[in-house]
């Protein structure tokens, strides 16, 4: 293209040619011949040649003025929303905004005469120019589909998609033929951002004749005018004609040269490539070579300009390279002020110009004697020089080399312009891959509030896509749970450029909810000002729940550490009362009117130890002896005490299922699940008629969170227990609460709050769990779900009627009675003694073992687990060494895991839970001497 048209380049960059090389050649030389003749010839073909360049120039720029108006013109009729909708793809051909397009380029063609193509292309974000719409029919043949790939030979789109600048250009070839071209980029409305670029293309031969066809009268009449004056000049000096187009070759050759170095600069590989050390060592020796430079150089300042590096230096008479040569900054603050103000810093004799004072040492080292530097400048802001550095003779630096020098110097800001660029885009592409697989969600906000990006995380989380959420604000997870004086405190202090952390519940797209701990930072540009906001979110709803599930485990033990505290003491009272009382009514003969007050007193301390090992239950701290358990069996021998329990009018009903329903339970276990659970029926059902049903069955169950990991769900075969009545039911607020221990809804006096508790811990104790349906108006069912146990059923013991007095015996032998209480040793002794034993006692173990070596022989030992000194199986051990026949009962009022302790709960061992009455007393003792009812006398 360069070697077609030299004039022209010339003529659109005059400040490149030399004028002193152009116009300034000297007269004279060897055969020279003077006249006026050749003078006028010589000047009226300078006159034709000028004017006909002129001219076509001229022409050319008219013609060229006249397509780039056409083209603004056919800008002005389309619309950037539109082309910004297209997909560039053949599914444009039915959409209305390609249509649209369509037409308008159709119209704005057949307004522009010898006009070819017009069409819109727009640039990937590979770089690539694709077209978008053209002014040729889609069928039967288009040229250029949408989406078809350009290569711009040219550069001239590139140029504009890049730089937004209207430009025409050509003649030049392509895969289509040869062309002139007019380009102006379409900009965004509202942002200014360049979309995409408009052009149309002249074929060459019209392009041609309409140069030539405007041209015409105004090279005639400069013709015209040539050929009058050069006629009076026809015998001008022939060789000074010579001598001047000589010159002017050379200088069109430097030029051209020149104009090549720059093309190849601006197309160089390793700059597409972004390899800057590369490009700097290339620009720096083609410039050299342009220029006949000995040394060029490029020097960048650091951030604060304290110092200057050489990244690039090419020394031409050695044809190496070299960088890394720091200066001191401040030496060059008077050149950097020209630098800024002109561009360019010229001092054709450097050693003795005044700006250069501060590096003379590395100018007198190289041997530099004239120097051109040209600013390298970045937003405006100067970033370096390229420095030409001229050894020998003094060198006075012309407009076309100082033009060349700062086009190289704009090559270099381009090249940092664009690896800033791509060190950018590279950050960005970074961080949102990070974001992308960070596993909290993240959103990011402009300075309204409205979603720009949301990561993958979000998706997962929230369960919305991006396509949902994009341009709306985080408003759509809003759960309801927070006030909006909430909402108002937090855009109070990211309005105030603060960052916001804290806690709030939000809904998923579902509408399940989930409780996030949230951290909203603002993000401000260089002015400080508010430009987006970002929002990392951390799911921490199971953590809250495991917190929550710890309180509550947590408040059991504090619960279950009151309940073993108490027990040991307050069974010991009980024991005192309810022995005494059996005492009493034992003595005192039958009808006595003291009776009925002694059994008042009997029943209501029996109440009290009911309730304390209720307390112990719930806690999980009384000895518990499960064993298999039929509830076929089981539940029908309690049916008489529950009915009497419930009352006339309301009905109870038991319905076993078919199938195994034994289970592994404490048979008192199974008593206090069934009263709790029908007595809060009868109180739901609320003395009015109505219905309470039992039932039992067995199934497979799946607990909750089996197979929650991804893996199959694990099934378990259970015995199924249900109370349901047809009551008031209970709404959701109490339903939540019902197995807190105390928490009651009944009066004072009406209950202790202690029954579902106790009952959710037995289940629980047992390997089971509980599920309850219950609404208001629609009654209540409780299903206890408890692990099937295939081992047969031991056979229900029937309780021996209760004997109207103690049985006596004659001489047993003798015992010792070991308690630091001293009623219930008391107690003891009494009983003991109407036995027939002899009996010793002992309030402290070490009397006891003292008092051992003053027997013959011990029958029985009866004592307390937990005492000071020495605990009851210490004791038993130290007895049964010195009395292997010994048998040993073993009673305490501590709980289970304090006894187990001491090893007092082992299989095979008799131990006597406190409070006890003096038949259950009796009972023991009878079981521990292995005597039989036909024993007694």
Not at 129 to 154: A, K, N, R
Not at 285 to 310: K, M, P, S
Not at 433 to 453: C, G, H, N, R
Not at 502 to 529: S, W
Request: charge should be negative; include cysteine; glycine fraction near 8%.
């Amino acid at each position: 293209m360069l070697r077609e048209i030299p004039v022209y380049f010339c003529l659109m960059e005059p400040h490149l040619i030399l004028p002193e090389d152009a116009f300034s050649a000297q007269s004279g030389g060897r055969g020279g011949v003077r006249s006026r003749t050749g003078l006028a010839l010589l000047l009226g073909l300078v006159l034709v040649a000028g004017g006909f360049a002129w001219s076509w120039r001229f022409a050319s720029g008219q013609y060229r003025d006249e397509l780039l108006q056409a083209i603004r013109i056919a800008r002005a009729g389309n619309n950037p929303q539109r082309v910004q909708q297209l997909s560039a793809t053949t599914a444009d051909y039915t959409d209305p905004d390609y249509l649209w397009l369509k037409r308008e380029l159709i119209k704005a063609k057949e307004a522009v005469p010898k006009c070819r193509w017009l069409y819109i292309m727009r640039m990937g974000e590979d770089g690539r120019i694709f077209s978008v719409c053209d002014s040729d029919p889609d069928f039967p043949v288009d040229h250029t589909l949408p989406g078809f790939i350009y290569e711009d030979t040219s550069g001239g789109f590139t140029e504009i998609l890049l730089h937004g600048t209207e430009k025409v250009w050509g003649p030049y070839t392509d895969a289509f033929g040869r062309w002139v071209t007019a380009a102006v980029p379409i900009r965004d409305d509202q942002s200014g951002e360049i979309v995409a670029v408009l052009g149309m293309d002249v074929e060459y031969p019209d392009w041609v004749k309409g140069v030539l066809w405007r041209a015409l009268p105004p090279m005639a009449f400069t013709l015209l005018i040539a050929l009058l004056i050069g006629s009076g000049l026809v015998l001008m000096d022939l060789r000074r004609q010579r001598d001047r187009q000589v010159r002017a070759a050379v200088a069109g050759a430097r030029q051209l040269q020149r104009l090549q170095a720059l093309n190849a600069l601006s197309g160089s590989e390793s700059l597409r490539r972004g390899d800057m050390e590369a490009f700097c060592r290339e620009l720096t020796e083609t410039a050299a070579r342009a220029l006949e430079v000995e040394r060029v150089g490029i020097w960048l300042f650091n951030d604060d300009r304290t110092e200057l590096r050489n990244v690039d230096t090419f020394i031409l008479s050695r044809g190496t390279h070299e960088s890394g040569e720091t200066m001191d900054g401040a030496a060059f603050y008077q050149e950097w002020k020209t630098l800024e103000q002109d561009r360019y810093f010229n001092a054709p004799d450097v050693m003795n110009d005044p700006r250069s004072q501060g590096y003379r040492d590395y100018l007198a080292q190289h041997g530099i004697v004239s120097l051109l530097d040209t600013a390298i400048l970045l937003q405006g802001g100067l970033r370096g020089a390229v420095c030409f550095e001229h050894t020998g003779e003094l060198r006075t630096w012309s407009e076309g080399e100082i033009g060349f020098a700062s086009q190289v110097a704009d090559q270099v800001a381009l090249a940092l312009t664009y690896q800033r660029e791509r060190e950018e885009q590279r950050r960005r592409e970074v961080l949102t891959s990070a974001m992308e697989q960070v596993e909290e969600p993240i959103m990011i906000t402009d300075a309204a509030a409205k979603l720009i990006y949301v990561n993958a995380a979000f998706e997962r989380v929230t369960g919305y896509s991006r396509e949902e959420v994009l341009g709306r604000t985080p408003a759509i997870l809003k759960s309801g749970h927070q006030s909006a004086a909430f909402y108002e405190d937090l855009w109070r202090i990211l309005q105030a450029g603060q960052s916001w952390t804290g806690r709030m519940v939000n809904r998923r797209k579902d509408g399940t909810l989930f409780i996030v701990q949230e951290t909203i930072a603002p993000v401000r540009d260089e002015q400080g000002r508010t430009t987006h906001y970002v929002s990392t979110i951390l799911d921490i709803t199971e953590s809250v729940k495991e917190a929550e599930r710890l309180q509550e485990a947590r408040k059991m033990e504090a619960v279950g550490r009151l309940a073993s505290g108490v027990a040991h003491d307050f069974n010991n009272m009980l024991n005192v009362i309810i022995g005494h009382a059996d005492m009493a009514l034992e003595e005192l003969p039958e009808g006595m009117p003291a009776q009925q007050d002694l059994l008042e007193i009997q029943r209501a301390a029996l109440r009290a130890a009911a309730l304390t090992r209720q307390l112990l239950d719930f806690a999980r701290r009384r000895p518990v002896q499960p064993r298999p358990l039929d509830l076929r069996e089981a539940v029908p021998a309690m049916l008489d005490m529950l009915i009497r329990l419930v009352g006339e009018e309301i009905t109870l009903r038991w319905e076993p299922m078919d199938g195994d329903l034994t289970v592994m339970l404490d048979p008192s276990h199974l008593d206090q699940i069934l009263i709790n659970l029908v007595a809060n029926a009868r109180d739901a059902i609320g003395g009015r008629p109505g219905n309470i049903t039992i039932r039992a069955g067995s199934m497979l169950t799946c607990r909750d969170g089996a197979g929650m990991d991804g893996g199959d769900l694990q099934w378990e075969q259970c015995v199924a227990l249900a109370v349901a009545d047809d009551g008031r039911g209970m709404p959701e607020s109490v339903r939540q609460r019902i197995f807190e221990p105390f928490y009651t809804t009944k009066g004072i006096g009406y209950g202790t709050g202690l029954g579902l508790a106790t009952v959710r811990s037995i289940v629980q104790g047992a390997g089971g769990f509980i599920e309850v349906d219950s609404a208001p108006g629609c009654g209540t069912v409780f299903v206890l779900y408890f692990p099937a146990c295939h081992a047969p059923s031991a056979p229900v013991k029937q309780e021996e009627p209760p004997r109207t007095r103690l049985a006596r015996r004659k001489a047993a032998g003798t015992a010792l009675v070991v308690e630091d209480e001293e009623a219930i040793l008391r107690l003891a002794r009494v009983l003991l003694e109407r036995h027939g034993f002899t009996v010793i006692t002992a309030p402290h173990p070490l009397d006891a073992v003292a008092r051992l070596e003053e027997l013959e022989g011990l029958d029985l030992l009866v004592t307390d687990v937990i005492m000071p000194g020495m605990n009851g199986r210490e004791l038993a051990d130290r007895v049964t060494a010195r009395f292997p026949g010994a048998r040993c009962l073993f009673m305490s009022g501590y709980t289970d895991d304090i006894i187990g302790r001491h090893g007092v709960l082992e299989p095979g061992v008799h131990f006597l839970q406190k409070p006890f009455t003096m038949r259950v007393l009796q009972e023991a003792v009878w079981r521990v001497m292995g005597w039989s009812e036909a024993e007694e006398t």
